[in-house]
């Protein structure tokens, strides 16, 4: 009877110890890619930022078709450094929440004095402001739909930006107490490790496996598009990135899965 | 001092390898299956969620398109950004290719599909939109109640017939309502036509399924 506790004690450790070790693995990649700004931030690389220009200016040219204006005040206006800088805030909102809007009153600025110098150019005198100042604005308005700081998803953007800080936060705490319990767990059971871990971490990797592949079929995330096919390339970026990671931790945990399984054989001994 | 099934031997250690794979699989479904009793149903609503803003970006043919008139689905979807159909409204003397994603590219030459939306025969929302220049949806405003629009796609030849027109901001989502009941066509374009620059509203019609579609 003693013993058949003992079997239903052990199994029930290592069942426990196995959801442990997967959630303190997948929070922790988490938390260290697809929650950090710095990583989005570095894997956003020049080719982006460049397509990103040319979807904006060419989604800016559509729009003025009609307008007379030449299409060159847009090139002239909207630089790379522009869509690095307005990429830099938008992830700012995101991440920290503190922010609240783009920054672009100065790019306005520059808009309206370039408008103001081609008409000037063509001899057209402006005669009503307002005229001039709605046209800013509708281009500027394109420019920040297409950081989706429109009005259709700049609430969004402004709810990911609240809830995201807070979930950092929830899971720093989560995270540490993970950690100090699987550490605790490491210690106390030092001398039985090798008879024990190997499930948990066999366990990890096929739940890992398994359930990014279920996500990549029944969502096709990896094909996910919204905004404009910059935007769209960036998320997928990200995405297919913290996938690769948790993939790559999960054949580790099978290779260890084994190796511990090996090992475990031999320590074990009565007397 | 070992017993025979605890001597560290090959043969032991190769057991003891099966034993924890076998216990770790069946954890693994028992993990599962507590998911799926627990939360299985808000994680197939997300997971369907994002997977109707998901497209396929290979480019290449659509040789794999085919559609199922049974189950009114298709197999596969036309690659993102190719050509999949022509949109066709005699009334107002519109002929456009319809191109399946509604970014900068697609727009510049035809009508865009909105990637959110069924495509047609699948018996949901369409929603089509084409600049408001000439030879695009210049027109589309004098579209009328009762005009009929055929959509000739590479798997087989749709009519609708408009029903209403009205005038929305593109900011309400719901006079763009994404639903599967009813095969609901709506083609859209930024209105007034002749506005210079980037406006709010947009001209909207909605046409109903009529008939079979010919494949």
Redesign the interface.
């Known amino acids: 009877m003693l013993n058949k506790i003992k079997l239903l004690g052990h199994y029930l450790e290592i069942f426990f110890l196995s959801i442990l070790v997967f959630l303190f693995t997948s929070l922790l990649v988490c938390k260290m890619t697809i929650l950090k700004e710095e990583y989005t931030y570095q894997k956003i690389s020049e080719k982006q930022y460049q397509e990103g220009l040319e979807d904006i200016q060419e989604k800016m040219k559509n729009s003025m078709i009609s307008s007379g204006i030449n299409k060159k005040v847009i090139t002239d206006t909207f630089t790379i450094q522009d869509i690095k800088k307005s990429t830099k805030e938008l992830l700012d909102i995101l991440y920290q929440g503190k922010k609240k809007e783009l920054e672009l009153q100065q790019l306005e600025e520059k808009l309206r004095e370039n408008i103001t110098k081609d008409l000037a150019e063509k001899n057209f005198i402006i005669e009503q402001e307002k005229g001039l100042d709605d046209f800013v604005n509708s281009i500027m308005q394109i420019y920040k739909d297409e950081f989706a700081m429109g009005k259709l998803f700049s609430p969004i953007i402004l709810k990911i930006g609240n809830i995201i800080p807070k979930i950092n936060n929830y899971l720093n705490s989560i995270i540490i107490g993970l950690g100090i319990l699987l550490g605790l767990w490491l210690f106390l059971r030092r001398k039985k490790i090798f008879l024990k871990i190997s499930v948990p971490l066999l366990t990890t990797s096929f739940l890992l496996l398994f359930g990014t592949y279920y996500i990549k079929v029944n969502s096709g995330i990896e094909s996910f598009t919204i905004i404009n096919t910059s935007f769209s390339k960036v998320i997928r970026l990200i995405i297919s990135s913290t996938f690769e990671i948790l993939q790559i931790i999960s054949y580790i945990y099978l290779f260890l899965g084994f190796i511990f399984a090996f090992l475990s054989k031999k320590n074990k001994k009565t007397n | ?3 025979e099934s ?4 090959s043969k ?2 190769i057991k ?2 099966i ?3 076998i ?3 069946f ?2 479904s ?3 299956f507590l998911l799926t009793l627990g939360v299985g149903d808000k994680i ?1 609503k997300y ?2 969620m ?2 109707t ?5 290979e480019i290449g043919s659509n040789d794999n398109v085919r559609f199922d008139s049974i189950k009114k689905k298709l197999t596969s979807r036309p690659s ?1 950004g190719s050509r999949y159909a022509t949109l066709k409204i005699p009334s107002i003397e519109v002929e456009l290719p319809v191109y399946h ?1 509604d ?3 697609q ?2 030459d035809g009508a865009g599909h909105y ?1 959110g939306s069924y495509f047609p025969g699948e018996g949901g929302s369409i929603i089509l939109a084409a ?1 408001n ?1 000439h030879g695009l949806f210049y027109n589309l405003p004098q579209i009328k109640i009762g005009d009929q629009a055929t959509i000739e796609t590479i798997y087989g030849t749709f009519t609708y017939e408009v029903y209403k027109t009205d005038i929305v901001d ?2 309400d989502n719901s006079k763009f309502p994404i639903q599967e009941e009813e095969e609901i066509l709506m083609l859209y374009t930024c209105y007034p036509v ?6 709010d509203d947009r001209f909207v019609a909605y046409l109903k399924l009529v008939g079979d579609f010919v494949e």
């Open positions: 001092m070992y017993t605890e001597k560290p031997n032991n250690r003891a390898i034993k924890n794979l216990i770790a699989f954890f693994t028992f993990i599962i197939d997971l369907s994002i997977n803003l998901s497209v396929g970006n993102w994603g970014f900068p590219e727009l510049k990637a600049h220049s593109y900011r002749d506005n210079v620059w980037y406006v």
